[in-house]
């Protein structure tokens, strides 16, 4: 059973600094794409962020504060959050695109996680 579990969330002040991580764990043969995305008191959610292989893209709104970076040897991938604003606010989902091991034989997945929150106060 494949499982994503995220940390770093927390309440900052605005021009502040979090950092998130989201490891994935269980019968893993390959990770392809993992992102994060946040959703905000009544809006949906939306992609921040996303890394595949050396590449990755940033929604407009956090280009040059937010940093995705990725561990491949810890199955790892985190979200370096600098220079918060308020509207940065929300719960923070960790996703990821990952072959696997089921019961069925190697599966290809969507997996998500818990959610952490993130709180900027102004």
């Known amino acids: 059973q494949v499982q994503l579990v995220e940390s770093g969330g927390g309440l900052v002040q605005a021009g502040g600094s979090l950092r998130l991580s989201c490891a994935a764990s269980g019968s893993i043969f390959s990770i392809n794409a993992m992102g994060w995305y946040r959703q905000a008191p009544g809006k949906q959610r939306e992609l921040v962020a996303i890394i595949s292989g050396g590449s990755t893209s940033y929604v407009d709104s956090v280009k040059g504060r937010f940093t995705i970076s990725r561990d491949n040897s810890k199955n790892t991938v985190y979200l370096q959050m600098n220079s918060l604003k308020p509207e940065d606010t929300g719960v923070y989902y960790c996703?990821?695109?990952?072959?696997?091991?089921?019961?069925?034989?190697?599966?290809?997945?969507?997996?998500w996680g818990q959610g952490t929150q993130v709180l900027v106060s102004s």
């Open positions: 996703n990821a695109k990952i072959l696997s091991a089921q019961a069925q034989g190697v599966m290809s997945g969507d997996y």
